[in-house]
């Protein structure tokens, strides 16, 4: 079982830049891999990034290459998002989500998901 929280969302101008951290909890964390994905209203959940299991291989959207860097910490028990060069289409609702695959980019391939963090880019 792990349990997800993320913060660090918030209000930011276009050009900008946030960091998204997202708190694991559970001895397991270590095992999965971790993803990043973002909602808009009216829209799908879409996948922006992911790390496996060790931080070592990292996939990202097209959207988001070249802007968004994931990381994570295991000893920590922490997953990042780093964004820059925001957009005001970067504008959603980002949740953080563990998978016991690697490298998987559809929610449907996630077992656990945290609440969500609000990210809005205004221009």
């Known amino acids: 079982q792990v349990q997800l929280v993320e913060s660090g969302g918030g209000l930011v101008q276009a050009g900008g830049s946030l960091r998204l951290s997202c708190a694991a909890s559970?001895?397991?964390?270590?095992?999965?891999?971790m993803g990043w994905f973002r909602q808009a209203p009216g829209k799908e959940r879409e996948f922006v990034a992911a790390v496996n299991w060790s931080g070592g291989s990292t996939v990202y959207a097209d959207s988001v290459k070249g802007r968004f860097t994931i990381s994570r910490g295991n000893a920590k028990n922490t997953v990042y998002l780093q964004m820059n060069s925001l957009k005001p289409e970067d504008t959603a609702v980002y949740y953080c989500a563990a998978s016991a695959i690697p490298g998987v980019l559809r929610p449907r391939d996630y077992d656990y998901w945290g609440q969500g963090t609000q990210v809005t880019v205004y221009s």
């Open positions: 559970g001895r397991t964390f270590s095992r999965y891999a």
